[in-house]
């Protein structure tokens, strides 16, 4: 029960300096096009 309440106090830190901080960001991989062995993607940052 420790360990669940632990891991539950670091995510709502993980939040609170989000919050703080901005935002999170993260990097989005999408597939546009595929043409038998050849394929396009597209990574874009999204905040």
């Known amino acids: 029960m420790n ?3 632990i891991i539950s106090i670091m995510l709502m ?3 609170a300096v989000g919050l703080a ?3 999170f960001s ?4 999408t597939d546009e096009v595929k043409l ?3 394929e396009l993607s597209i990574q874009e ?3």
Not at 26 to 29: G, L, M, Q, S
Request: hydrophobic share 20%.
């Open 3 to 5: 360990t669940i309440r």
């Open 13 to 15: 830190l993980a939040g």
């Open 21 to 23: 901080y901005g935002s």
């Open 26 to 29: 993260y990097t989005k991989k």
């Open 36 to 38: 038998g062995p050849i």
């Open 45 to 47: 940052k999204q905040r």
